[in-house]
């Protein structure tokens, strides 16, 4: 009980006045009701005076133990430097850092010209008004030395710092640029000079990542990116100044840049289907591009100035394809290439109607039989139409149409016994000879040279010769046996060969008389004649066996080699290669050598190899059989 | 609240003082044993999270009480109206070069009430009185809290706080006393103090149960003031 009621003691003044009024109360005899009174009052007053009073204090006070104020740092290095930069109204971040984790920065105050300064969130604005000013900051940092004041947060170490400040301003601030192009493959940025000499930098980030990404500093005024390939990039460029401060200086946005792809239109139904692009103006920094079609690789080019893929034959491409151009993983899409008929494209296609035959004359036309009586000319290149004609006659169809054979004249057997005859690529200008055949059915086999002389088997032992021109039978020849075939005619009508007996004949026919040349062996069906259109005294011939070149008026061999063979289909002689069929292959050799060019597989269930026939020929880079065509 | 239990009392003392033989003005110095227990509590948990090292130095210890009693005497039985106050407290402080710091707490029970006291003895002119009591108790709790910084001279109030409320009380206890003139008596009790409904929590939850005692010297008015005298 240590504690004792001290203010009870003390009030001398309260003791006097009690006094005073006593002996007044003795004066006036109110001594008892004042002695009540009195002590009432004392005993009031001393309950308020003796409530516990809390006075007590602890008696370990600590020595002040030493201490030192921590380093200050921050994110410019403003700290190690005297000047500092700004431009006139900027705002900067003024951030600092305390260097010891226990001693954290618990307060900053920033004066410019000894002014107090708004400083939030570790940002400044400076004044606008250029000048050199002073700056100085009061930091206070937190203590280590473990007091009460210390760990209440209220003991402090102050770190002062004082720059002298440069405000600047630039005219035209607001028109300062930067611009890009392309050199060498590589992107060029470029922008206005800083112009100041107290500029330590340029800075380029990428101001669209968070945070913005740092590319590069530079002294200069342009800089090359490789890094460019085609796609959208923004550059923001700050100057960085003497002083460490950063001003931004301007933006260039670079453009996704695509390759403007096209396909061309092919010509010629074999032609490959070209894809164009431009080259890329940034390639420097690409080391391949691949070309996708539907997001199927098509291919890849290591050179990526090599600007033209073809598509493969085997390729398909229509409406629902699209074309994309890759570099690296950026892929250009090119939806404005509109998809065509033409895009139906692969090695074989149907270009015709598919009722009634094609028949094949020369390099550049095709003649359309229809069931309904129409003949039709297409020329197989661009695979367009050319003339129709309205047929009166009933015929059956490609067993009695014939064309010379340099393909300018067509002849065919009407069922009146009739022969019509006329140019192919001029069907309506066309003649009708008077009936030559009587009683025909209008099967028979037909010639027709160059020179319109026709060979007509008139019965199964005869033929009969016609001239076209003046209407009028100029000869008859009588096998002496039963004639299989007509096999060929040359183009000048002077020489004729036929089949019977299981073998060829070659005859010449002269105005008195028709002689045999040739009699060929043939077996199991397999041989060939024709007749060289380029040389009248010339012709070839296939005994299975054995492929040669005779000449007509002599026995003379101009060259013969080996040759297995199902069937010889054509001779393009113009080009010295001919189309034969061997096994599940067709085959297109080469006449004089009988050296193999090409060899395209098939089967029954290929179209092709459904399609192959008598009339089967080759036309550039394609065959055409019938109603199809297949490109190699 | 406060004006109905005024006019309680009001009415109580008129009519005592009315049928009276003598009236006993009584006043009173005794100690106060305070239980405090939650009050305690709270002082530990406040210590214990302070960052630096402190101590308690009071910890609402036994203190003065103080009471004012008026009865009337009717010779077996005694009734009348009381006025106590106590005070106590609990202070942490802690100090060195840096700072001064203290929390304080300050704990101030103002209790008035109806007494009842039943003659059960007497023995030369010493009487022996029964106490029972009951009343309204008005307690008050005081919070400072403040750290004086030696480098900056300078005093920071970190909290101060003064909360109020009030409850029923009631005591028992014994009461002797001794008649020295035909106007004044001393007397000597000791009464267990409680507070039956008080259940709040924290420093206003300083329960103030616990024994009192102490000394009265009282003040022995006639039935007629004319016969008053301050001696025999």
């Not at chain 1, 006593?22 to 308020?48: C, H, P, R």
Request: charged share 20%.
């Amino acid at each position: 009980m240590k504690q004792i009621c001290d203010r009870a003691k003390k009030p001398d003044a309260v003791m006097d006045l009690l006094t005073t009024i006593y002996k007044l109360a003795e004066k006036k005899n109110f001594t008892g009701l004042f002695l009540k009174i009195l002590v009432i009052s004392m005993f009031l007053f001393t309950l308020q005076s003796c409530d516990l009073k809390l006075d007590e204090e602890v008696d370990h006070i600590p020595e002040r133990p030493f201490d030192v104020a921590p380093g200050i740092t921050d994110m410019h290095n403003f700290m190690s430097l005297d000047t500092l930069y700004f431009y006139a109204g900027q705002e900067s971040t003024f951030d600092f850092k305390s260097d010891t984790s226990n001693k954290q920065i618990l307060s900053i105050k920033i004066f410019i010209d000894n002014e107090p300064m708004k400083y939030t969130n570790s940002r400044l604005k400076f004044p606008v008004k250029p000048g050199i000013y002073k700056l100085k900051a009061e930091i206070y940092t937190g203590t280590e030395t473990g007091s009460i004041a210390n760990l209440a947060d209220y003991e402090r170490h102050l770190i002062e710092k004082e720059w002298t400040l440069i405000i600047y301003k630039i005219e035209n601030f607001s028109e300062i640029q930067g611009k890009y192009s392309f050199v060498n493959g590589r992107l060029k940025l470029e922008w206005d000079e800083f112009p100041y000499p107290f500029i330590k930098e340029y800075q380029i980030i990428d101001p669209w990542t968070c945070p913005a990404t740092h590319i590069l500093f530079t002294r200069n005024n342009s800089i090359y990116d490789s890094t460019y390939w085609g796609f959208i990039k923004p550059f923001q460029i700050n100057v960085i100044t003497k002083g460490n401060s950063v001003l931004y200086w301007c933006q260039i946005i670079v453009p996704e840049i695509a390759p403007n792809i096209s396909i061309s239109y092919a010509d010629s139904s074999c032609e490959k289907l070209k894809i164009m692009w431009d080259a890329p103006p940034y390639y420097d920094h690409l080391t391949s591009a691949s070309l996708y079609i539907s997001n199927n690789l098509h291919s890849i080019s290591n050179n990526v100035r090599d600007t033209v893929s073809l598509l493969d034959f085997d390729q398909p491409f229509g409406k629902e394809n699209m074309i994309y151009l890759r570099y690296k993983w950026k892929s250009f899409a090119e939806p404005k290439i509109a998809a065509s008929k033409r895009f139906n494209y692969g090695n074989t296609y149907t270009p015709f109607n598919k009722d009634g035959q094609i028949i094949p004359v020369n390099n550049n036309v095709a003649i359309h039989l229809y069931p309904t009586w129409r003949m039709i000319t297409y020329n197989t290149e661009l695979v367009s139409t050319g003339d129709t004609l309205h047929l009166n006659e009933h015929f059956m169809v490609n067993l009695n149409l014939t064309t010379s054979p340099n393909g300018t004249q067509y002849a065919y057997v009407t069922n009146k016994g009739k022969i019509r005859t006329g140019l192919v690529n001029n069907l309506s200008q066309n003649i009708i000879s008077p009936t030559i055949l009587p009683g025909t059915t209008g099967n028979e086999e037909l010639r027709i040279s160059d020179n319109k002389i026709a060979c007509i088997k008139s019965s199964i032992y005869t033929l009969k010769f016609y001239d076209l021109n003046t209407m009028q039978t100029i000869q008859l020849f009588d096998a002496g046996a039963e004639i299989d075939k007509i096999t060929n005619m040359s183009s000048d009508a002077k020489y004729f060969s036929i089949t019977f007996n299981n073998s060829d004949h070659v005859y010449k026919r002269e105005d008195e008389a028709i002689t045999k040349l040739y009699e060929l062996q043939s077996q199991s069906g397999k041989s060939f004649l024709s007749f060289n259109p380029l040389n009248s005294e010339q012709f070839f011939y296939y005994d299975s066996q054995e492929f040669s070149c005779r000449n007509l008026n002599n026995s003379v061999i101009n060259f013969s080699y080996p040759l297995e063979a199902d069937k010889i289909l054509h001779l393009d002689i113009a080009n010295n290669r001919m189309l034969v069929a061997v096994g599940n292959n067709l085959c297109i050799i080469s006449i004089t050598d009988g050296k193999m060019l090409n060899q395209i597989p098939f089967s029954q269930d290929n179209p092709v190899g459904k399609s192959i026939g008598q009339n089967s020929i080759l036309i550039g880079n394609k065959i055409v059989s019938n109603s199809l065509f297949y490109c190699f | 609240m406060k004006k109905s239990i005024f006019i309680f009392f009001a009415i109580c003392l008129t009519a005592i003082i009315s049928n009276a033989q003598d009236l006993h003005l009584g006043f009173s110095a005794g100690l106060a044993f305070a239980n405090m227990e939650g009050a305690r509590s709270s002082l530990e948990n406040k210590l214990h999270s302070l960052p630096y090292q402190a101590g308690i130095t009071d910890n609402f210890p036994a203190w003065f009480e103080y009471k004012a009693e008026m009865s009337a005497d009717f010779d077996m039985v005694m009734f009348g109206v009381y006025y106590m106050r106590s005070s106590t407290g609990g202070r942490i402080s802690a100090k060195d070069y840096s700072a001064n710091y203290f929390y304080n707490v300050e704990m101030i029970n103002n209790a008035f009430g109806f007494s009842t006291k039943l003659l059960f003895d007497e023995i030369n002119k010493t009487r022996f009185f029964v106490t029972l009591g009951i009343g309204q108790q008005h307690l008050k709790s005081i919070i400072n809290e403040e750290m004086y910084l030696y480098s900056t001279k300078r005093k920071t109030i970190l909290k101060k706080d003064e909360t109020e409320g009030q409850s029923i009380h009631a005591l028992a206890g014994l009461f002797v006393e001794k008649r020295l003139t035909t106007n004044i008596s001393v007397a000597a009790y000791v009464n267990y103090y409680f507070s039956p409904f008080y259940t709040e929590s924290g420093y206003r939850a300083a329960n103030w149960k616990g024994f009192r005692s102490g000394l009265t010297f009282c003040i022995i008015v006639p039935e007629s003031i004319k016969n008053y005298s301050i001696a025999e």
